[in-house]
C-alpha cells in the first residue's frame, strides 16, 4: 500500500500550512506533493516557498506562482468589482515586491504538470497533477463537470486527475477513474474556510481517496494581514460572517 499527500492554494498561509503538515506527518503518508499557488494575499510567502522547498516537497506551477516569478502584469477580472479589483491588484503588488529573488527563481522553475506512476502487486495506477487544467492555468474543473473530467482522464490516459485552483474540494468517481480537488489550504471557498488537503490509498486493490479539513488559527493570520501592506480585504475574508469567497 502507498498513501500519497496532495496540498494545493497555500497563497502565503504559513498558520494553515503548518498545521497541514503537523496531520500529515502523524499519518502514515509516505510522499507529499503540492498544485502550486504558494503566494499571494497572506503576508507569508518566503516561508512558505521556503518550507516547501526545504521538505523537498513536488510542487507544480500554479497562475499566482507564475505572476510573481515572473512578474507578469495583474489583468483586473471582470467578475470582481472595482474594489475588489484594486484589493486583489495592491495583494500581488505586495508579494512582487516582497518575495526574494531566489524564491522567484524556484517559481520560474517549477513544471507545469507531473505525471506519476504506481505499481502495487503488479497493478499500475498513473496520475497527472496539474494546477487548475491539464491545458491551462486559467481554467476550473468545478465537481460539477463530469464530462470534463472523463474526456481529460481518457485523453491523458491516467487513472486520476488532480488538480486544485478553484479553492473548493472534490472527489469525483467518473467511469474513467476520478478527478479530485484537495482544496485549499490557505484560502478556502469553502463555508467553513478550514485548511483542506487530499489523501490518495493505492493499493491493489483500488485507490481510495480522502479530502481532510482542519481548524487553524484564522485570528493569527487576520492580525498579520492587517500589519502588513496586504489591503484589509484579505483579512477580513477570514471572518466566518463575511460574504467575501473570491480574491482571486
Known amino acids: 500500500m502507498m498513501k500519497i499527500a496532495i496540498l494545493s492554494d497555500i497563497h502565503g498561509n504559513l498558520p494553515a500550512l503548518q498545521v497541514v503538515l503537523a496531520d500529515i506527518?502523524?499519518?502514515?503518508?509516505?510522499?507529499?506533493?503540492?498544485?502550486?499557488?504558494?503566494?499571494?494575499?497572506?503576508?507569508?510567502?518566503?516561508?512558505?516557498?521556503?518550507?516547501?522547498?526545504?521538505?523537498?516537497?513536488p510542487c507544480v506551477l500554479g497562475n499566482h506562482d507564475e505572476r510573481?516569478?515572473?512578474d507578469q502584469e495583474v489583468i483586473p477580472l471582470k467578475k470582481h468589482n472595482d474594489a475588489e479589483n484594486a484589493a486583489r491588484i495592491a495583494a500581488i503588488e505586495v508579494s512582487k515586491a516582497e518575495t526574494s529573488p531566489a524564491h522567484k527563481q524556484y517559481l520560474r522553475q517549477l513544471p507545469f504538470s507531473m505525471r506519476l506512476e504506481y505499481a502495487i502487486a503488479g497493478r499500475k495506477y498513473k496520475l497527472l497533477l496539474v494546477h487548475a487544467h491539464p491545458d491551462s492555468n486559467e481554467k476550473y474543473i468545478y465537481a460539477e463537470d463530469t464530462t470534463e473530467m472523463e474526456a481529460l482522464l481518457a485523453?491523458?490516459?491516467?487513472?486520476?486527475?488532480?488538480?486544485?485552483h478553484t479553492h473548493l474540494s472534490y472527489c469525483k468517481a467518473v467511469s474513467q477513474g476520478w478527478a479530485i480537488n484537495p482544496?485549499?489550504?490557505?484560502?478556502?471557498?469553502?463555508?467553513?474556510?478550514?485548511?483542506?488537503?487530499?489523501?490518495?490509498?493505492?493499493?491493489?486493490?483500488?485507490?481510495?481517496?480522502?479530502?481532510?479539513?482542519?481548524?487553524?488559527?484564522?485570528?493569527?493570520?487576520?492580525?498579520?494581514?492587517?500589519?502588513s501592506?496586504?489591503?484589509?480585504?484579505?483579512a477580513d475574508f477570514w471572518d466566518l460572517h463575511s460574504d467575501i469567497l473570491d480574491g482571486k
Open 25 to 57: 506527518y502523524s499519518r502514515d503518508i509516505q510522499q507529499i506533493y503540492c498544485l502550486g499557488d504558494l503566494t499571494d494575499f497572506a503576508p507569508w510567502d518566503n516561508e512558505v516557498i521556503a518550507l516547501i522547498r526545504n521538505l523537498n516537497i
Open 155 to 164: 485523453r491523458e490516459q491516467v487513472d486520476v486527475l488532480f488538480s486544485g
Open 68 to 70: 510573481i516569478g515572473f
Open 183 to 227: 482544496g485549499s489550504v490557505g484560502r478556502s471557498k469553502e463555508a467553513h474556510r478550514k485548511a483542506s488537503y487530499a489523501i490518495l490509498e493505492i493499493t491493489a486493490q483500488g485507490l481510495r481517496p480522502e479530502i481532510v479539513q482542519l481548524e487553524f488559527d484564522r485570528k493569527k493570520v487576520m492580525a498579520a494581514i492587517r500589519k
Open 229 to 234: 501592506a496586504i489591503p484589509d480585504f484579505y
